[in-house]
């Protein structure tokens, strides 16, 4: 084995090679004396080979004359080869192993760095268990079926699940981001003579190992970028479990409403059948009549805007399952009167952690802090380490010329004659352009810093959100429980003594009619307020970012059925 730095003249097309490595020939090695030629030859022909140590030309044996050839005497040979040794072998040992040690540090590293990141794999990969535990479950068409429908069957979270998906791609791309092998060939347009014969072609297969910590940050960088495709796959979930929310308990009220208003209508036509048989009768004004038939009509029109309401409400709730928009529901809905168990500040704290496009924005920063200790590493060299054969053809035969100008004739061709040459190889690029790799990790930075700006921007817009909810919340507890406990109790009353009244004739048909529309008003707004009270609370949990502790005191179908109209038909 010996260290070799050689050149190649080709005066035809003017152009010097360079080469520094090792060469391995059978624990033969070639000197550099052997192939360099001495300043002061180099002017001669280009078939020759410059002598060395005091024989002043080598030419081939065709370009002889006989009488030349005739007078040759014994030289000693120029070219010596290199003795051998136990040495070479040991060092070329010690080199292979370093380079053993070398790449199972380096795939150590990586399968460490890995490790890491199937956390996140594993996090990430269950992120829709919606589709999974919704499967095999009895459909039943209530709110709780239908969100795990909504987990199953959504086009919107499939999407964002497949978008999840490939960002875990990312990962192991990272891991085994090793640029490609190279392999490289070169013939010699004008062979190299040497001792054991002409240089022909070399063949040469090489591989570039980046350093450890690029690998290491581009699983970082992955590994982030995944937990960000996580976090946007939850919000979207939130998005559309709200959407579905609102729009059951949407259609749950207008539900209920055309319920109420069918009740009141069927009263009113009740009493104007009997208002025209009074008046047939002369009893009842006709102005009595008239003014029934104008309620009658002013609610036919409200009942008839609500069943249209319905359509557009229903096509919501089959959009958010995915399903045609003209699919009906089997059952009526109904809406859960339900009271927080936290505090607005509780719930302040909660949305700061748990909310899903906070943490977004979290795992953008933590990924643009990786890709800036990412771009540091750039300066850190990267290994390439190389193997190369040159082939060489069979020795050529020279004819020696002494210094007094006899010829002697060529001796035998050395025994590894036509051997090829092996060079072990290894290279670093340099780093050198600072300037680059600074700008790289400033963009970074100015990156993470925007990640973070945004992410507080959000969290202010998101808290302002979550108090106006929460005031719209108490603004509908506060209005069901006026209505249920005051305001529908006393018109009950109130309805109720002006039916008695009429009935005994002490009152006419304008206060029962007016007692009527107030207790259907007041039965419409407890409607309102206990579907606002859900939607706004659907509303919290989606700028929280988790279902709330709350507690369920009775329904809409409860509360509507014990503020019911009385009945008078019979009476």
Not at 96 to 104: E, I, L, Q, R, W
Not at 289 to 295: A, G, P, R
Not at 382 to 388: P, R, S, W
Request: glycine fraction near 6%.
């Amino acid at each position: 084995m010996s260290v070799f730095f050689q050149v190649i003249s080709n005066s035809r097309l003017n152009w010097f090679g360079m080469s520094f490595g090792i060469m391995f020939h059978q624990n033969r090695c070639l000197s550099a004396s052997s192939i360099l030629p001495r300043p002061q030859d180099r002017t001669l022909d280009r078939t020759a080979i410059t002598p060395i140590t005091g024989i002043k030309r080598i030419v081939p044996m065709h370009t002889l004359s006989p009488s030349m050839a005739r007078n040759t005497s014994q030289e000693p040979s120029i070219l010596v080869p290199c003795r051998d040794g136990a040495g070479y072998a040991v060092r070329l040992v010690l080199v292979m192993m370093c380079v053993v040690v070398a790449c199972s540090l380096f795939f150590v590293g990586i399968q460490t760095a890995h490790a890491k990141a199937k956390k996140a794999v594993k996090a990430t990969t269950t992120a829709h268990h919606g589709l999974e535990t919704a499967q095999g479950e009895e459909a039943t068409e209530d709110l709780a079926s239908f969100l795990a429908q909504a987990a199953k069957d959504n086009n919107q979270l499939k999407a964002e699940f497949f978008r999840v998906k490939s960002a875990l791609e990312k990962i192991p791309q990272a891991k085994w981001s090793l640029p490609d092998p190279k392999f490289s060939f070169g013939y010699f347009i004008e062979s190299v003579e040497t001792r054991v014969g002409p240089q022909l072609m070399r063949f040469g297969l090489s591989q570039t190992f980046p350093w450890i910590g690029k690998i290491l940050g581009r699983i970082d960088v992955a590994t982030n970028d995944a937990r960000a495709a996580q976090a946007r796959f939850e919000a979207v979930r939130l998005s559309v479990f709200y959407a579905l929310k609102k729009a059951w308990y949407e259609y749950a009220y207008l539900d209920q409403a055309t319920r109420i208003l069918q009740e009141n209508l069927d009263l009113l036509r009740f009493l104007e059948s009997v208002a025209r048989s009074g008046y047939a009768a002369g009893t009842v004004p006709h102005a009595d009549v008239l003014s029934l038939q104008v309620e009658i009509g002013k609610l036919e029109e409200r009942l008839t805007a609500l069943r249209d309401f319905k359509k557009p409400a229903l096509a919501a709730i089959n959009a958010a399952l995915s399903r045609p928009v003209g699919t009906s529901l089997s059952a009526a809905p109904d809406i859960p009167v339900m009271h927080l168990r936290l505090d607005e500040d509780k719930l302040l704290a909660q949305q700061r952690k748990s909310n899903p496009r906070l943490i977004v924005y979290d795992h953008i920063a933590a990924k643009e802090a990786a890709g800036k200790r990412l771009a540091r590493q750039d300066y850190y060299p990267d290994l390439t380490l190389g193997v190369e054969t040159i082939v060489t053809g069979d020795a050529r035969l020279f004819n020696r010329v002494s210094s007094d100008g006899t010829i002697s004739a060529p001796s035998a061709p050395p025994p590894d004659s036509g051997k090829n040459a092996w060079i072990v190889s290894a290279s670093i690029n340099i780093p050198l352009w600072f300037g680059r790799i600074e700008a790289t990790a400033r963009e970074a930075e100015y990156k993470r810093l925007a990640a973070l700006r945004n992410r507080d921007g959000l969290a202010d817009t998101l808290g302002a959100d979550l108090k106006m909810a929460m005031y719209n919340y108490r603004d509908a507890m506060r209005k069901i429980e006026l209505y249920r406990e005051t305001l529908i109790p006393k018109a009950m009353q109130s309805f109720r003594a002006a039916l008695s009244g009429y009935q005994t004739g002490l009152t006419g048909f304008a206060a029962l009619v007016d007692a009527q529309r107030t207790l259907l008003e007041f039965q419409l707004s407890l409607t309102r307020a206990v579907a606002d009270q859900a939607e706004q609370l659907s509303q919290v949990e989606l700028l929280v970012g988790q279902d709330v502790a709350s507690g369920v005191d009775g329904s809409l179908m409860a509360y509507s059925t014990s503020s019911s109209v009385p009945s008078i038909k019979g009476k």
